[in-house]
Structure formats: C-alpha cells, structure tokens
C-alpha cells in the first residue's frame, strides 16, 4: 500500500519542466520517501509451477518475485493450486487427462486464424503432457455458438496445433458420447485428442453436473489450463474437478496468477497502474482495489470525462456518465486519502462530431468548446504519463490508452515488470509490434479483472490445494 502521507495530485492543466529527466513534472509525483524500502507482505505468492515447460519464463518470474522484498524473503509460503508440473512421468504415463484450454482464436471468413495466440500459449501445457506419455483430450469453446453451430466447430484448429504440436492431432466429432469414447480407447500413449466445441452444448455454461460427469468420465485426471474462462464456473471449467482427481492449473494458468497475483500483491515500487476504458462503471472495481496498491494511477480512455464533470470542468459533448459523478469524487478522495498520485490527462483530442470527416483540435482537458467531444488523450498528456512512469519498477496496464505502449516497452528493456492485463491494452501493444518484450501479456480479459478486482475464480478454487512450499 502506498504512503498515507503522500499527497494525491490531480493532474489537469500543463505544468513545468524539471532540468531532471528523472523529476520532469514533479509536481504531478508525491511518492512517499519509504515506499522502495516496503518489505515483502504476508501475502501468499503463487507457486512457480510452470518451470518443467519454460525454464527461462520461470526464472525470470523467480527472480522478479524474490526481488520484490528485497531482504527477508527466506520462510515465505505459498498455500495455492496444485500444478501440472508437480506431476511425474510416473503420474502421467498412459493416463488420460482432460485438458480444458482456451482456444477461442478469431477466424475469418475462410475459417482461417487471424491470431494464433491463444493456442501457442496451450502449448507448452500439452508438450509436457505428451512427453510425459499422457493420451490428453484437449477441450475449448470458440465463439458463442447457439446449439451445434458448424461456423463455431474446432475443425479450423487441428492444422496449426499438429504443427505446434509436432504430432497430428486427432478431431472428434463430438465432446462426449460413444463415438468420441471409441477413439478415446484407441489413442496411443504420447497423443492428443481434440473435442468438438464444448458449448455446443447448452448444458456446459449452465454447469450441469450430469454433462460435467460425463465429460470427466473420459479421463483419469484433470488440468485447467483456460485462464480466460477461470471467471466462468462451467462444466468443464469447474463442474468436471468433483469427478477429477487430481485436478491441477496448468503452466499458461499458473503463468497468469504468478504474475496477477503474485507481482501485483508484493511489487517492486513504486507501482503504477494504467487504467482504460469507456465507462467508469466498467472499471469500478479495478480502480478500487488497485488503490489498495499502488503509488500512482493514470486514467485514460471515455472515463476521464466523468471525472472531469465531476470536479466542475466543462466537457462539451463528451461522453460522461451522470449517474457516477459521486462515485467519480469518492475514487479522487479515497486516493488523497491512500496517498496516491493520480493522474488524469491535461490535454485531449477533440472532434466536432463523431466521423471521419470530423475536424479535430488539441486543446487543453480543461478547456472543451461547447459541442465537441473528447477522443483521446493529447501529446501533453502523453509525455506527462511517460515521465510518470519512468519512475516506476513495477507497472500493470488494463483498458485502450495505446500512447503509453512504446514506453513501457523500453521501460520492460530497463527491467520494469510491466504487465498487460488482458482486452484492448493486449490488441494496443500488438499492434504497435512490442508484444514480445513485455513481462506478461495476460491471455483472459475478464478473468483479469476480476483477479485485479480480487476476486476469487471458480475455475481456480476448484483445483487442489498445492503442498506448502518455501520459496
């Protein structure tokens, strides 16, 4: 937690520079002079289960969790899920395992993968499994399918997984059934099996325990390595482990809670948080809980209008939701009071209507003509955020503000953990081509949130405990 005895500065008129790069704007910053000597919570921190499948990825996240208390690390414990790579060769040879992944890819209109990242990152969840002599039946859903949906079938998949895979992956018809436990009993040792679509059946989102069971009854054990559905209590994410035993996360899972719950509950300061999005409401519960936690919090996006309104600015014809004023004032004044710094964009892009051919103008946030409506955040703002962040050592980024995406690349370069939270900030740093130099790119939107919300995940909760270890 921050300071309480930092002041909260609300940034919305351009201020000077400072002749250090390190202190640009410094008035926007009040950071408390304790807070890089914050010692390592009591918080658990999640075990580093994923290392059999990418030693490097886990070293790296090794090292980043024991530097974030410096000294005095020695006796921590972590009481968190059991994982797949705490099983054996002994555990794995000849047994199936269910695998539930999210393999949700986008398609075109030729049934052709847009973005295979979804299924490049189930990857080193299933090489483990094979390697080990596992038969894995590998489950998903892909898009919202009312019924059997031939446009929504995992057919278009099997080409590029056999090519990840080095195997060629088998296709069912079906996701149970005796036509899909036929080729369940024929499949060798070292293979995979991928199941029709789940959601084609309308049981799967209502978590029926008979569709539940009898998708488990394909299997000997269960792992849960769908980070994008853990929010989702369906048959396959949550129903299937009262039938399963073990029932563990995967590495891609366990990947996504060492770093949301882990780097976030125990960061390297100070800690900046970087909020997106339309609606304030949308984001309600992001904001409240990461005000537990960070030094500084930058707001970007349609929300920032309502915040604006709400502190008496004028914002023309911007989008602003009325009925959260209050809340927008209670969010300023719990940071005051938290001792963060929050910011909000001094300049904005506006337009005079929301077209094409609209015109357009930078002017500054407090200073929005009648009629025209704010877009985007200006180049004043821009820089304003960057030299922000140039003091940071930990940085988490949730919601569309794509300007700060070169940054925190070179600040990643530097060593900040930088940590992109799902949705349209991942969309933001693909597209600007810095994806790959990022600490972790989160693979599930919603189950993001709800874990920066702290919130619990039923796909999570249902796996088994894990055996206390020292890390």
């Known amino acids: 937690m921050a300071s309480a005895t930092a002041p909260t500065t609300l940034s919305l008129l351009p201020t000077t520079t400072s002749s250090s790069t390190s202190h640009t704007r410094s008035s926007l910053l009040h950071l408390s002079p304790t807070s890089s000597s914050i010692s390592l919570r009591s918080t ?23 530097s974030f208390g410096g000294k005095g690390v020695r006796g921590v414990v972590s009481m968190v899920k059991k994982s797949v790579g705490d099983l054996t060769s002994a555990d794995l040879k000849g047994k199936k395992v269910f695998v539930r992944a999210d393999l949700n890819v986008p398609l075109n209109d030729n049934q052709e993968i847009t973005d295979d990242t979804r299924i490049r990152a189930a990857v080193p969840t299933i090489k483990h499994l094979i390697q080990n002599g596992a038969k894995v039946l590998l489950s998903s859903h892909l898009g919202r399918p009312k019924g059997v949906t031939p446009k929504f079938s995992l057919a278009p998949l099997v080409p590029r997984l056999s090519e990840l895979l080095g195997i060629q ?14 080729l369940v009993a024929s499949l060798p040792d070292g293979s995979v099996l991928l199941l029709e679509n789940v959601r084609f059946y309308k049981e799967e989102e209502k978590n029926d325990p008979e569709f539940a069971k009898k998708l488990a009854s394909l299997a000997d054990l269960y792992v849960n390595d769908a980070f994008g559905t853990a929010h989702r209590a369906h048959a396959s994410t949550e129903g299937v482990t009262k039938f399963l035993k073990p029932s563990v996360a995967g590495f891609l899972l366990q990947k996504e809670l060492d770093y949301l719950v882990g780097a976030v509950s125990s960061p390297k300061r100070p800690f900046a948080a970087i909020v997106g999005g339309s609606k304030v409401s949308s984001k309600i519960g992001v904001i409240e809980s990461l005000l537990e936690k960070v030094d500084i919090l930058l707001l970007g996006g349609g929300m920032i209008f309502t ?3 709400a502190q008496g600015i004028s914002v023309g014809s911007s989008l602003v939701e009325e009925d959260k004023l209050d809340l927008a004032t209670t969010l300023i004044e719990k940071a005051k009071a938290k001792g963060v710094s929050l910011l909000l964009p001094t300049d904005v892009v506006i337009a005079d209507k929301f077209a094409p051919d609209a015109n357009s103008k930078i002017v500054p946030a407090s200073a929005i003509p009648d009629g025209w409506m704010g877009l985007d955040i200006g180049p004043d703002s821009i820089k304003t955020f960057n030299d922000a962040l140039e003091t940071t050592k ?14 925190l690349a070179e600040l990643s370069g530097k060593g900040v953990t930088t940590i992109i939270g799902g949705g349209d900030s991942v969309a933001a740093v693909e597209k600007v081509g810095v994806a790959s ?4 790119i989160s693979t599930g939107g919603g189950a993001s949130l709800e874990l920066l919300e702290g919130k619990q995940l039923p796909g999570v909760l249902a796996l088994d405990e894990a055996t206390p270890v020292a890390v």
Do not use: Q
């Open 394 to 407: 930990t940085v988490i980024w949730n919601g569309p503000m794509g300007a700060v995406a070169k940054k």
């Open 44 to 66: 658990s921190l999640r075990r580093l289960g994923f290392s059999a499948a990418d030693p490097l990825l886990s070293l790296k996240v090794a090292s980043k969790v024991r």
């Open 307 to 309: 915040f604006y309104k």
């Open 169 to 182: 992956v088998v296709k069912a018809d079906d996701c149970i059934g005796p036509e899909v436990e036929k």
């Open 437 to 440: 130099v990022m600490s972790h």
